[in-house]
């Protein structure tokens, strides 16, 4: 049984037994299609019960094509079109082309290595980020039609990927923030994500406002971080609306139901998938 909790800041997509979710911001737009996976459906089992998309967590790598062919023969995405990096909790950025298409395996695996965002303007190239506590974001410029899949742990919050991939798409596509429609999707909320003083300093080291997004415990004096709220402050510094964009406002480690938490799990455990694609008969 799936949880409604939070949903109304997200959309529900339903088909067959995947239950995914959709940001309301990208909706009306016909150029995209976009989704959030969640652990319903799929063939994982203990803790990869259900869809788990992840390559690198420790599941069977059968388990895992097996999900992911399902997830794609439910959104239309062709499978060698679905790019998804080996993430490091970095800011490295890669552009994906045309060329990166016709890569070879072993080609394709060194340019997503070590990658936490992707951006492209090719059609039908589905760009993908995993997570688990973690936080995707998702952008899509509909003037330039450009769309980028971004993973932020709190070590890429750190690293200002989100603001460091607004600034790329910028730089290599023309692109202007305020154009920019942005989904950040289900990770840890504050409530649950308790970090030692370390993690604290790296923040204030950063010379990043620790303190809009965080609050102490009036009981154990532990910092809790708001993950989702940090790097929405770095949208806005970027540029981009406040009234484009989405905040899901959902919870993977309260949510048993719904989502993978590897803090909940253990790191061996499943992951959910955040992609976006131009579709490939793009309409001015």
């Not at 997503?112 to 974001?137: Q, R, Y």
């Not at 308790?194 to 993690?199: A, D, N, P, Q």
Request: glycine share 10%.
């Amino acid at each position: 049984m799936t949880s409604m909790t939070g949903m109304k800041t997200m959309n529900l997509l339903k088909i067959k037994e995947l239950v995914m979710l959709q940001f309301p911001v990208f909706g009306q737009d016909c150029n995209i299609s976009h989704f959030i996976t969640t652990r319903c459906g799929g063939v994982g089992t203990a803790a990869y019960q259900g869809l788990n998309t992840g390559d690198f967590c420790g599941d069977n790598p059968d388990t895992v094509r097996t999900n992911r062919r399902l997830l794609c023969q439910s959104m239309g995405i062709e499978p060698d079109r679905l790019f998804v990096p080996y993430q490091s909790h970095e800011d490295n950025i890669v552009k994906l082309t045309e060329a990166s298409l016709f890569l070879d395996n072993e080609a394709r695996q060194e340019l997503l290595h070590g990658v936490d965002a992707l951006v492209t303007d090719v059609p039908g190239v589905c760009l993908g980020v995993t997570t688990a506590d973690c936080v995707p974001v998702l952008l899509y410029d509909p003037v330039k039609k450009v769309v980028a899949a971004i993973h932020a742990g709190w070590r890429g919050t750190v690293k200002q990927i989100v603001l460091k991939t607004i600034r790329f798409m910028e730089k290599e596509y023309g692109c202007n923030p305020d154009a920019v429609l942005a989904g950040i999707g289900p990770c840890i909320g504050m409530e649950a994500f308790e970090v030692g003083e370390e993690v604290a300093d790296s923040f204030i080291g950063a010379g990043l406002p620790v303190e809009e997004f965080s609050r102490r415990n009036g009981q154990t004096g532990k910092l809790h971080l708001d993950l989702s709220k940090a790097n929405r402050l770095q949208l806005l510094q970027a540029g981009v609306s406040p009234t484009k964009i989405n905040e899901a406002g959902l919870c993977t480690f309260s949510d048993a139901n719904l989502f993978f938490s590897a803090r909940r799990l253990g790191f061996n455990s499943g992951r959910m998938l955040s992609g976006i694609q131009l579709t490939n008969t793009l309409q001015e």
